[in-house]
Protein backbone atom coordinates (compact mmCIF):
# COMPACT_ATOMS: atom_id res chain seq x y z
CA UNK A 1 0.00 0.00 0.00
CA UNK A 2 2.71 2.50 0.97
CA UNK A 3 3.65 2.29 -2.74
CA UNK A 4 0.60 4.72 -3.42
CA UNK A 5 2.71 7.13 -1.40
CA UNK A 6 5.85 6.31 -3.70
CA UNK A 7 3.71 7.43 -7.19
CA UNK A 8 2.38 10.50 -5.75
CA UNK A 9 6.02 11.72 -5.33
CA UNK A 10 7.19 10.71 -8.52
CA UNK A 11 4.22 12.61 -10.28
CA UNK A 12 6.01 16.07 -8.91
CA UNK A 13 9.48 14.79 -9.28
CA UNK A 14 12.17 12.09 -9.72
CA UNK A 15 12.77 9.47 -6.48
CA UNK A 16 14.32 6.07 -6.56
CA UNK A 17 12.48 2.99 -4.88
CA UNK A 18 16.10 3.19 -3.29
CA UNK A 19 15.29 6.62 -1.35
CA UNK A 20 11.94 6.03 -0.75
CA UNK A 21 12.43 2.89 0.91
CA UNK A 22 14.77 5.59 3.39
CA UNK A 23 11.48 7.56 3.10
CA UNK A 24 9.42 5.39 4.41
CA UNK A 25 10.68 5.09 8.23
CA UNK A 26 9.29 8.42 8.28
CA UNK A 27 5.64 7.58 8.43
CA UNK A 28 3.45 5.40 10.28
CA UNK A 29 0.63 3.32 9.07
CA UNK A 30 -2.51 4.39 11.35
CA UNK A 31 -5.98 2.44 10.61
CA UNK A 32 -9.18 4.63 11.32
CA UNK A 33 -12.51 2.64 11.62
CA UNK A 34 -15.67 4.69 10.26
CA UNK A 35 -16.72 7.73 12.22
CA UNK A 36 -13.14 7.35 14.01
CA UNK A 37 -11.80 11.01 14.86
CA UNK A 38 -8.55 11.31 13.56
CA UNK A 39 -7.87 14.86 15.31
CA UNK A 40 -9.63 16.93 17.49
CA UNK A 41 -10.62 20.26 17.68
CA UNK A 42 -8.47 22.05 20.64
CA UNK A 43 -5.77 19.35 20.84
CA UNK A 44 -2.11 19.69 19.47
CA UNK A 45 -1.70 19.22 15.39
CA UNK A 46 1.54 17.12 15.09
CA UNK A 47 0.79 15.16 12.49
CA UNK A 48 0.42 15.56 8.86
CA UNK A 49 -1.99 12.21 7.29
CA UNK A 50 -1.80 11.25 3.75
CA UNK A 51 -4.79 8.41 2.39
CA UNK A 52 -3.92 5.07 1.29
CA UNK A 53 -7.32 4.40 0.97
CA UNK A 54 -11.02 5.67 2.45
CA UNK A 55 -12.36 9.26 2.96
CA UNK A 56 -11.82 11.52 5.81
CA UNK A 57 -13.65 14.96 6.56
CA UNK A 58 -12.36 18.07 8.27
CA UNK A 59 -14.94 20.56 10.08
CA UNK A 60 -15.15 22.91 13.12
CA UNK A 61 -18.62 23.84 14.79
CA UNK A 62 -19.93 26.67 14.76
CA UNK A 63 -21.48 29.11 16.90
CA UNK A 64 -24.61 27.05 16.82
CA UNK A 65 -23.16 24.26 17.41
CA UNK A 66 -23.62 22.94 13.56
CA UNK A 67 -20.60 20.77 11.91
CA UNK A 68 -19.39 22.73 9.36
CA UNK A 69 -16.98 20.47 6.62
CA UNK A 70 -14.02 22.80 4.68
CA UNK A 71 -12.03 19.64 3.27
CA UNK A 72 -12.36 16.07 2.25
CA UNK A 73 -9.41 13.71 1.37
CA UNK A 74 -9.82 10.27 -0.32
CA UNK A 75 -7.10 8.53 -1.40
CA UNK A 76 -3.84 9.95 -2.66
CA UNK A 77 -4.69 13.01 -0.51
CA UNK A 78 -2.85 15.15 2.34
CA UNK A 79 -5.37 16.56 4.97
CA UNK A 80 -4.36 18.56 8.13
CA UNK A 81 -4.87 21.43 9.47
CA UNK A 82 -1.82 22.95 7.74
CA UNK A 83 -1.51 26.34 9.63
CA UNK A 84 -1.62 24.75 13.46
CA UNK A 85 0.68 21.63 12.32
CA UNK A 86 3.48 24.75 10.56
CA UNK A 87 2.95 26.28 13.88
CA UNK A 88 2.87 23.43 16.15
CA UNK A 89 -0.22 25.32 17.70
CA UNK A 90 -3.83 23.69 18.65
CA UNK A 91 -6.27 23.01 15.66
CA UNK A 92 -9.97 24.66 15.43
CA UNK A 93 -10.74 21.51 13.53
CA UNK A 94 -11.45 18.05 14.06
CA UNK A 95 -11.16 15.09 11.46
CA UNK A 96 -12.97 12.29 10.97
CA UNK A 97 -12.97 9.04 8.68
CA UNK A 98 -16.03 9.17 6.59
CA UNK A 99 -15.54 5.39 5.52
CA UNK A 100 -12.88 2.89 6.85
CA UNK A 101 -9.67 4.32 5.89
CA UNK A 102 -5.78 3.60 6.17
CA UNK A 103 -3.05 6.79 6.68
CA UNK A 104 0.22 7.15 6.36
CA UNK A 105 0.89 9.76 9.41
CA UNK A 106 3.87 11.57 9.86
CA UNK A 107 4.50 14.16 12.44
CA UNK A 108 6.64 17.63 12.10
CA UNK A 109 9.77 16.90 13.49
CA UNK A 110 10.01 14.04 11.37
CA UNK A 111 8.63 15.71 8.26
CA UNK A 112 11.24 18.35 9.12
CA UNK A 113 13.99 15.93 9.91
CA UNK A 114 13.00 14.18 6.12
CA UNK A 115 12.93 17.83 4.29
CA UNK A 116 16.38 18.07 5.81
CA UNK A 117 17.84 14.22 4.11
CA UNK A 118 15.71 14.44 1.36
CA UNK A 119 15.67 18.79 0.42
CA UNK A 120 14.39 17.35 -3.49
CA UNK A 121 10.78 16.47 -1.05
CA UNK A 122 10.58 20.35 -0.31
CA UNK A 123 9.62 20.86 -4.06
CA UNK A 124 6.53 18.03 -3.46
CA UNK A 125 5.66 19.57 -0.51
CA UNK A 126 5.08 22.87 -2.19
CA UNK A 127 3.46 22.03 -5.15
CA UNK A 128 0.95 19.90 -2.91
CA UNK A 129 0.37 22.62 -0.50
CA UNK A 130 -0.04 25.40 -4.22
CA UNK A 131 -2.85 22.70 -5.36
CA UNK A 132 -4.35 22.58 -2.51
CA UNK A 133 -4.56 26.55 -2.00
CA UNK A 134 -5.49 27.07 -5.24
CA UNK A 135 -8.74 24.44 -4.89
CA UNK A 136 -9.76 26.81 -1.84
CA UNK A 137 -9.58 30.03 -3.83
CA UNK A 138 -11.87 27.76 -6.58
CA UNK A 139 -14.29 27.04 -3.76
CA UNK A 140 -14.53 30.41 -2.77
CA UNK A 141 -14.91 31.59 -6.32
CA UNK A 142 -18.02 29.47 -6.79
CA UNK A 143 -19.66 30.03 -3.25
CA UNK A 144 -19.25 33.60 -3.85
CA UNK A 145 -20.00 33.36 -7.76
CA UNK A 146 -23.21 30.55 -7.81
CA UNK A 147 -26.62 30.48 -6.70
CA UNK A 148 -26.85 27.69 -4.42
CA UNK A 149 -28.47 25.18 -6.46
CA UNK A 150 -25.82 26.05 -8.93
CA UNK A 151 -23.16 24.83 -6.26
CA UNK A 152 -24.65 21.70 -5.59
CA UNK A 153 -24.93 20.65 -9.26
CA UNK A 154 -21.73 21.75 -10.16
CA UNK A 155 -19.74 20.32 -7.20
CA UNK A 156 -21.73 16.56 -8.43
CA UNK A 157 -21.25 16.62 -11.84
CA UNK A 158 -17.09 17.91 -10.91
CA UNK A 159 -16.52 15.26 -8.34
CA UNK A 160 -18.79 12.81 -8.89
CA UNK A 161 -16.58 10.43 -7.16
CA UNK A 162 -17.31 12.42 -4.04
CA UNK A 163 -21.00 12.38 -4.86
CA UNK A 164 -20.91 8.51 -4.81
CA UNK A 165 -19.13 8.12 -1.72
CA UNK A 166 -19.64 10.81 1.00
CA UNK A 167 -22.75 10.93 2.50
CA UNK A 168 -25.29 14.30 1.57
CA UNK A 169 -25.43 15.66 4.69
CA UNK A 170 -21.65 16.09 5.08
CA UNK A 171 -21.86 17.50 0.86
CA UNK A 172 -24.21 19.97 2.29
CA UNK A 173 -22.18 20.58 5.16
CA UNK A 174 -19.04 21.46 2.55
CA UNK A 175 -21.62 23.30 0.20
CA UNK A 176 -22.84 25.73 3.12
CA UNK A 177 -26.30 24.53 2.45
CA UNK A 178 -28.15 22.73 4.89
CA UNK A 179 -29.00 18.56 3.89
CA UNK A 180 -32.84 19.70 3.81
CA UNK A 181 -32.39 22.02 1.25
CA UNK A 182 -30.04 19.56 -0.88
CA UNK A 183 -32.94 16.83 -1.00
CA UNK A 184 -35.11 19.37 -2.24
CA UNK A 185 -33.03 20.25 -5.34
CA UNK A 186 -32.24 16.96 -6.01
CA UNK A 187 -36.10 15.96 -5.88
CA UNK A 188 -36.67 18.61 -8.18
CA UNK A 189 -34.20 17.51 -10.57
CA UNK A 190 -35.50 14.07 -10.65
CA UNK A 191 -38.97 15.80 -11.28
Not at 71 to 92: G, H, K, R
Not at 106 to 129: A, N
Amino acid sequence: MPKQLFHHFNKYLELTEEHFQEILPFFEIRILKKKEVLMEAGNMCTHNHFVLEGCLHMFFLNDKGTERTVQFAIENWWITDDLAYLNQTTTDFSIQAVENTRLLTITHDKQGQLLKEFPQLEKYFRTIYQISYGAALVKMRYLFGLTKEEIYFHFTEQFPLFAQRVPQYLIASFLGLTPEYVSEIRAKKRS
